[in-house]
């Protein structure tokens, strides 16, 4: 758990933490080459509150990946000895499924496509902020939990039915287009965590593209002027310079 | 190597001596041929006059005996010519004839010999030489002996004659192919030597360089103009990178060169942690801007090259013209502009899912960035933008109308080029790859991006053929 003083502006990740008190521990693990690059990502998972260890080539990953106990796994596509790619393969022959989230130079759409069918989760090209790194992850780790199950979900006094397509706030029916309540079901699922634009991007629109604008931007403060809109109690915040998250404040 | 150990060396020499030993060795049998059957004949014919004088004069003999003989033959031998005669005695004792110095023995054996012999009228001359005969020996009844002959010296001489003209006309053929062949060599050597310092110019830097072509389109020079379209084509790819590279140069240079004043500046003044950590901020803000420029730059350089021509798959442009018109719906409500989507009927088609909806997104966003910069004042201009997905043949249109101030017609093809942006518009953020890119995927499914007058306004289509591109590659 962050301190008092890393949320005082000593540390650069402190506000992506700040916005999430009740952020649970995860167990990271980055396979990366470049030692300065893993350096940086070590130290800044263990700044925001993770335990994170690093392996420097594809042999010791997979030998930590299989033997640690992982929540997530950070791999980079091209490594000495093993890459990326072949030791993802080479865990899930195991039948080791940790989460794996694999970083690229290349990130063209179809390495992407390539990286996740070789049993990667989650991709993501350099170079990358890490608090993009950092929500991908927590979903990531997140995910196994998992509220994909649900039929209703809440926040506060929020609550979305996804059988019936239903929305409702304090028992006000809200009534939003298709596209608004795949993005609320989306935010909602991940509740209480950061939603980059380019998350949202690709999982609510199938998009891996970069608009030139910020279009989310616009299609979020249309959600919140429907969801949030008269109501003391805002639920959808605005996380700077990292993205999105819904959240029940009054908790 | 000097010139003429490279004319040696050159192909059109080798296959002038091939040719040369070829015909050379043709000819040789020919004349040859001709020689000996020319040598046959004609001692054919010798040999069937003498049989026939030899019967004639057997007859005489029969009819007449010796006595008779010996005249016929003294009055035939008196005459000149080749013909050669001699009677002759059991004993050998000569009656009458015009041959002799017969090598001994010769009479013994009946029948056809060659042989050295001297004419009677020349016997005395010591210094006449022999001269040689084809002659056949003929036993009379009585043990009289009658030769007839005639002389080779003619036959010799003709053998002689023509083989002497086979020689000269060999020798005359060698001489001639090889003065044909160097003659030859030497204008094809001069070509390819005058193509190779083309090249070799043209190594040296000099892209201009063009091939000599000879006007007489034979192979070398459809060789030479194939090279030179390759030239042109190499010439204009050289010349796109190198304004490429310019223009790179010069947008991430602006920007890089803004972010490090920043931070100088910051080294320099600021004072306290939050100037410091603004400072950061926008540091950071700038290396975002130029990711993204990064990124459209490596999109299109990837749309370009023709690469992601293995990522198509059949799908529905109207589906994509609705997804897309629904992206920018609220950025365009929010300027004050109206989004509609006239996309009913599906329009197939086979390419890229991803750079076409990118292509359409960017176009979108230009239309939206400027139809609302204009104040709503160009006259009868609904403020709005359509975005429509027609089928037209065999092609499907995607359109993007706006109400903006469109772009000039002799920028039209300028503004395609990479971040080619018109004065007005630098105030504008974005790239300035937008266009580029929808260009690019345009041109990467055998289509096309164009840009038109919507009176008001621009009117940007994308057209792809339906059937994806052509495969160029057999």
């Known amino acids: ?67 640690g106990q992982y929540d997530v796994l950070i791999v980079d596509r091209m490594l000495p000895k093993r890459d990326g790619l072949s030791l993802i393969g080479a865990l899930r022959g195991k039948g080791i499924g940790t989460p794996a989230l694999i970083l690229s130079a290349l990130g063209q759409v ?15 090209s350099k170079p990358y902020s890490f608090s993009e790194l950092l929500a991908r992850v927590e979903v990531l780790a997140r995910r196994r939990v998992g509220r994909s199950e649900e039929t209703v979900l809440r926040v506060g ?10 929305v409702r706030r304090k028992d006000e029916e809200i009534s939003l287009q298709p596209r608004e309540f795949r993005l609320l079901e989306y935010l909602m699922q991940h509740a209480g965590q950061v939603v980059t634009r380019t998350m949202l991007l690709e999982n609510v629109w199938d998009y891996h593209f970069d608009p030139q604008t910020n279009v989310i931007d616009v299609h979020i403060s249309r959600l919140r002027s429907k969801i949030d809109k008269g109501f003391s109690q805002p639920l959808l915040h605005t996380i700077r310079g990292a993205g999105y998250m819904i959240r029940d404040g009054a908790r | ?134 002659v056949r020996v003929f036993q009379l009844p009585g043990g009289f002996r009658l030769l007839v002959g005639r002389d080779l010296d003619e036959r010799e001489r003709l053998y002689n004659i023509v083989l002497a003209a086979g020689r000269w006309s060999i020798a005359i053929v060698i001489v001639l192919g090889l003065a044909g062949g160097l003659f030859v060599t030497r204008r094809v050597l001069r070509r390819v030597d005058a193509m190779t310092e083309t090249t070799r110019t043209i190594m040296r830097g000099d892209l201009g360089g063009r091939l000599p072509v000879a006007g007489t389109g034979d192979e070398l020079d459809r060789l030479a103009e194939n090279l030179n379209v390759m030239l042109e084509r190499i010439e204009a790819l050289m010349r796109g990178l190198k304004e490429v590279t310019d223009n790179i140069a ?58 992601a021509r293995d990522d198509m798959s059949e799908f529905d442009a109207a589906e994509i013209a609705r997804d897309v018109g629904e992206l920018y719906e609220p950025l365009a409500d929010e300027k004050g502009l109206a989004l509609k989507v006239e996309a009913d009927t599906a329009a197939p088609v086979i390419g890229n899912r991803e750079l076409i909806s990118q ?75 937008g266009l580029s890119l929808a260009a690019a ?33 057999g």
């Open chain 1, 157 to 166: 006094d929020l609550e979305l039915d996804r059988l019936s397509h239903q």
């Open chain 2, 359 to 433: 292509a359409l997104a960017n176009l979108v966003d230009n239309s939206i960035k400027y139809a609302s910069t204009t104040d709503g004042n160009v006259a009868g201009a609904a403020r709005e933008v359509v975005v429509r997905a027609l089928n037209e043949g065999d092609r499907i249109l995607l359109t993007v109308t706006d109400c903006g101030p469109g772009i000039p017609e002799r920028d039209r093809d300028r503004v395609v080029e990479r971040f080619v942006r018109l004065e007005q518009s630098r105030s504008q953020p974005g790239s300035g790859l």
């Open chain 2, 1 to 134: 190597m000097t010139a003429l150990g490279k004319l040696f060396r050159t192909t059109t020499f080798k296959l002038t001596l091939v040719y040369l030993t070829v015909f050379g060795l043709f000819a040789a049998f020919l004349l040859g041929y001709f020689a000996l059957n020319t040598r046959r004949l004609i001692t054919e014919q010798i040999t069937d006059t003498v049989n026939a004088e030899i019967t004639g004069l057997s007859e005489q003999y029969r009819q007449g005996g010796i006595r008779r003989l010996v005249i016929v033959v003294d009055a035939r031998a008196r005459r000149p010519g080749s013909s050669l005669y001699l009677v002759t005695t059991f004993a050998g004792e000569a009656l009458a004839g015009n041959v002799t110095a017969l090598p001994p023995g010769t009479l013994d054996n009946a029948g056809w010999t060659e042989t050295v012999y001297k004419r009677l009228d020349e016997a005395d001359a010591a210094d006449h030489p022999e001269h040689h005969a084809l």
């Open chain 2, 250 to 307: 010069h947008d991430l240079k602006t920007p890089l060169t803004r972010l490090r004043n920043r931070n100088e500046q910051a080294l320099r003044t600021a004072k306290n942690e939050s100037e410091y950590r603004a400072a950061l901020e926008s540091t950071i803000e700038e290396s975002e801007g130029l990711i993204r420029t990064f990124n459209a730059l490596l999109m299109i350089a990837r749309a370009e090259s023709g690469q």
């Open chain 2, 441 to 473: 995927v345009a041109r990467l499914h055998g289509g096309e991006l164009v840009l038109a007058d919507n009176k008001p306004g621009l009117k940007s289509i994308i057209a792809l053929p339906q059937r994806g591109p052509v495969q160029i590659s």
């Open chain 1, 1 to 67: 758990m962050p301190t008092f003083a890393d949320i005082s502006g000593q540390r650069p990740f402190s506000r992506v933490a700040e916005a999430q008190p009740d952020r649970v521990t995860m167990r990271l693990l980055v396979i990366e080459d470049d030692r300065d690059a893993a350096d940086y990502l070590v130290k800044a998972f263990r700044e925001v509150g993770h335990v994170a260890d690093s392996a420097a080539d594809g042999d010791d990953g997979l030998t930590m990946a299989a033997e």
């Open chain 1, 110 to 124: 179809d390495d992407r496509v390539k990286g996740l069918r070789a049993g990667g989760d989650d991709y993501l």
